[in-house]
């Protein structure tokens, strides 16, 4: 997967960003545990990103990290009942998504799914688009550019405005400073201990004490926005994915998502909507202040209908900096993916923050080179490349956070050049999404 030379010409040249340290050597069990609670990703030794599949014995159990292509493929699409979310998923999120379309498995998964396909569907999100517009354009007005910036802070507001919007129709002024202090306090509980591990799923542990209070508090939010876009007026079309999410029907029985369901979908959408297009949208930040040249290729596209530049520097941003950097799975019966026998009870993991810089899948992977992604460059590989997931639980908002990634940034970048203040490194770390390892600043310089 490299670039073609005629891109190669027109296009600046790749830069190596600040690389995540990769161990020579698997960390003991003892420094597992804690980095399972800070940087999960530096517990996958250099051997993670060499081989096929690498494997390690952890309590007892085994957990198996696939990297090729056709083992991925047979988990995510061809045997995907084989497998379902593990206990530890089910533990940390399960207080903040509740029985929404992320953690939903079987017959219970598939209704919602198909459900809420329509709401999805490239029409619905054309639908969504003039929010989004909106949206960019009152968060980023407002924005006081004169002092350094602190830009997750904007992409956070930024997308829980895009996501609000979106879902209910509503500015999130009132709600902001609330989800985002529940959040935050979320993210402090959310690393795994060992308990959290060991004990059966409906077994409390300590940690799920603070992560069940401040998920009661989350979805009492998540109600109180539901009630007052419901006080609202009624319009004659759809307006908003709330309004798709109560007009859906299950296409078999015409059943329509009681109030609860649609409390904890709306909860699913706005939290699995908003944290990662932030993310995505920061590390393009990152990225694009340390590599001016694409920058003033992404701004000089702004307002353009074909945005090529823009849309690969995201894609390599995302491929860098996957915000979902890992998908984890539960063996529930023994299978068998090239490379590896599976038992019954594995972890299987599927990481696209090693998968996207695997030694065997691409070339100079821990480069920023958007020209892979740019018309006219081959394809990178399907399985290669998973920053949406793939088979039938592929990011139902893909198309969603790619067009919201695309305007923001182009409204971004239009607007001002953006630096980084001071040269530290911005590293990143991962519990649940690809975090920087710190707030950097940034100068907004007006274009
Ligand atoms: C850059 C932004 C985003 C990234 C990187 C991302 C990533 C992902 C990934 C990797 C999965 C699959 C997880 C798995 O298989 O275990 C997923 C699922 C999901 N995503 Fe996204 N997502 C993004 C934006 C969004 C948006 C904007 C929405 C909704 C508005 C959304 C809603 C969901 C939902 C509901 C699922 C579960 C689908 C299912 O299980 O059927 N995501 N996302």
């Known amino acids: 997967m490299t670039p073609s030379d005629a891109l190669a010409d027109a296009f600046p040249a790749a830069f190596l960003p600040p690389a995540p340290p990769v161990p020579a050597a698997a960390p003991g069990i003892l420094a597992q545990l804690r980095l399972f609670r800070r940087n999960v990703p530096a517990t996958w030794p250099r051997r993670a990103y060499e081989d096929a599949v690498y494997q390690r014995p ?10 090729d292509p056709a083992a991925i493929r047979h988990v995510l699409v061809e045997a995907t009942e084989r497998y ?6 089910l533990r940390v999120l399960g207080p903040l998504l509740g029985q ?69 129709s509503l500015g999130m002024a009132r709600w902001r400073g609330r989800l985002r202090t529940l959040l935050d306090a979320y993210g402090r509980h959310a690393g795994v201990h060992l308990p959290d591990i060991l ?125 979902a950097f890992t998908l984890a799975r539960l063996a529930i019966e023994a299978d068998e993916v090239p490379g590896a026998r599976l038992r019954r009870g594995d972890v299987v993991l599927i990481a696209p923050w090693v998968l996207h810089r695997h030694r065997r899948l691409w070339q100079a992977p821990e480069a920023f080179d958007p020209r892979r992604f740019l018309p006219g460059a081959p394809a990178p590989e399907r399985f290669a490349y998973l920053p949406f997931g793939a088979g039938p639980r592929v990011c139902i908002g893909a198309q969603f956070a790619m067009a919201e990634a695309m305007i923001a940034l182009a409204g971004l970048v239009r607007r001002w050049r953006v630096a980084l203040v001071t040269d530290r490194p911005v590293l990143p770390v991962a519990v649940t999404t690809t975090q920087p390892d710190h707030r950097p600043l940034f100068r907004l310089i007006p274009r």
């Open 84 to 89: 379902r979310r593990t206990p530890a998923t």
């Open 199 to 323: 004990l059966p799923p409906a077994v409390p542990t300590p940690w799920d004490l603070p992560r069940r209070r401040i998920g009661r508090r989350w979805m009492a939010l998540v109600a109180e926005i539901v009630a007052a876009r419901q006080a609202e007026p009624r319009a004659d079309g759809p307006r908003d994915l709330l309004d798709l999410v109560l007009a859906a029907r299950d296409p078999e029985t015409g059943r329509a998502f009681s109030p609860a369901e649609v409390r904890d979908q709306v909860a699913t959408l706005l939290l699995a909507g908003h944290e990662t297009t932030a993310l995505a949208l920061f590390w393009c930040c990152v990225l694009l202040a340390q590599a001016p040249g694409w920058q003033d290729r992404v701004a000089a596209e702004a307002g353009a209908a074909e945005q090529p530049v823009t849309r690969a520097v995201i894609e390599e941003a995302i491929r860098l900096y996957p915000p």
């Open 100 to 168: 929404g379309l992320v953690l939903s498995e079987g017959a219970a998964w598939r209704l919602q799914r198909r459900t809420l396909a329509p709401a999805f569907a490239p029409r619905a999100v054309a639908l969504l688009l003039p929010h989004i517009h909106a949206a960019t354009e009152d968060v980023l007005g407002a924005l006081d550019a004169r002092a350094p910036v602190d830009l997750l802070g904007v992409t956070q507001g930024l997308a829980l405005e895009i996501a609000g919007r979106s879902m209910v």
């Open 58 to 67: 952890f309590l007892g159990r085994r957990s198996l990290l696939l990297n």
